[in-house]
């Protein structure tokens, strides 16, 4: 069972940055397409940023592009998201996904796992 954890969350001045984790256990090969998404009460969920595990293709909304990095460390079975320049407007529970085999993208999709998301509050 693939167990997915996020931290890094916070409140943060607009222009500050903050970094994502989420921890992946229970994962048993590494041809995932794995996801940061935001979500707000009432608000549909934006996918911000995906990429392959195993390395190669990103892709990122237009609305976070060169401003938010996502990465892996395969040492420590960790996704990240850096997340610079924010915006009040990113304010949102940021929440990491997984699907084996899935494509790399950043449109709406099913994914087979979800993390239980972590706040980031962006201030004026």
């Known amino acids: 069972q693939v167990q997915l954890v996020e931290s890094g969350g916070g409140l943060v001045q607009a222009g500050g940055s903050l970094r994502l984790s989420c921890a992946v256990s229970g994962r048993t090969f590494s041809y995932y397409a794995m996801a940061w998404s935001r979500q707000a009460p009432g608000k549909e969920r934006e996918f911000v940023a995906a990429m392959r595990w195993s390395g190669g293709t990103t892709s990122y909304a237009e609305s976070v592009k060169g401003r938010f990095t996502i990465s892996r460390d395969n040492t420590k079975n960790t996704l990240y998201l850096q997340m610079n320049s924010l915006k009040p407007e990113d304010t949102d529970v940021y929440s990491c996904?997984?699907?084996?085999?899935?494509?790399?993208?950043?449109?709406?999709?099913?994914?087979?796992?979800w993390g239980q998301g972590t706040q980031v509050t962006v201030s004026s």
């Open positions: 996904a997984d699907d084996p085999g899935g494509p790399v993208t950043t449109a709406p999709r099913a994914y087979d796992y």
